[in-house]
């Protein structure tokens, strides 16, 4: 069975300051694996997907990487923002469409 | 593109009553839906598979005839709880997956319903 997990739970940092998000996945037979944001109370916003022949996907500020054979996966955010303050979340995608989700990293970015 | 509604936003229900939570695929068409649920702090667990036409596929552990399913156009599919009682108070996101882009474009989620049972 699918276990995704990110650690840690939670992380505050200043403004300004470049942070990398982990996450691991322990069955490397998936067919993609996206990030998520989610802000208190809200739905799920897509970052970035990664197909599992890709090594890594950007938008903006927001890069992520993707090693397949290990079982990980970054999340890198450039020159964070308070208005970066949320939760991220990863999911893989197996061949079966269902997507298997950690438990999040909340990020407070302080001004 | 590629915009998911859910209705309504939130709902208070009394303990016994049933609640519909609608999942509408605004700019595409989606064959496949997901419905997840997700308490304080926790990730999102999916409980079923929606398919157009066919029946769902639930979860283990999850009551088929607790949460009913339908999903019978290619943009909406619903999501019933019947005779809720309080633990079933929760965070209640759909998903779509686009039908023409395929499983390859990921995901699209909906902005959640929050379901509050007294």
């Known amino acids: 069975k699918q276990e995704v997990t990110q650690i840690p739970a939670a992380l505050s940092v200043p403004e300004g300051e470049n942070l990398v998000l982990n996450c691991s996945f322990t069955d490397s037979a998936i067919y993609n694996l996206q990030w998520f944001r989610q802000d208190p109370g809200k739905g799920l916003t897509s970052l970035l997907l990664i197909q599992s022949s890709q090594r890594e996907q950007t938008s903006g500020r927001l890069n992520a990487s993707l090693d397949k054979s290990s079982g990980r996966s970054t999340l890198y955010i450039a020159a964070s923002q308070p208005g970066d303050s949320a939760t991220y979340l990863c999911?893989?995608?197996?061949?079966?469409?269902?997507?298997?989700f950690g438990k999040g990293i909340t990020l407070s970015v302080r001004p | 593109g590629a915009v998911v509604s859910q209705h309504p936003s939130w709902v208070i229900c009394k303990s016994g009553t049933s609640v519909k939570i609608e999942c509408r695929s605004l700019d595409f068409q989606a064959t496949t839906m997901f419905w997840y649920r997700q308490f304080p702090k926790q990730s999102l667990m999916l409980m079923a598979t929606s398919n157009e036409g066919s029946k769902a596929t639930y979860e283990q552990g999850v009551e088929k005839d607790k949460f009913l399913i339908n999903h019978a156009s290619l943009t909406l599919s619903t999501l019933t709880v019947t005779s809720a009682h309080p633990e079933d108070s929760s965070f209640y996101i759909c998903?779509?997956?686009?039908?023409?882009?395929?499983?390859?474009?990921?995901?699209?989620f909906g902005p959640g319903t929050r379901l509050t049972v007294l």
């Open positions: 999911a893989v995608n197996e061949a079966n469409s269902k997507l298997t």
């Open positions: 998903s779509a997956r686009d039908t023409i882009a395929g499983g390859g474009s990921g995901q699209f």
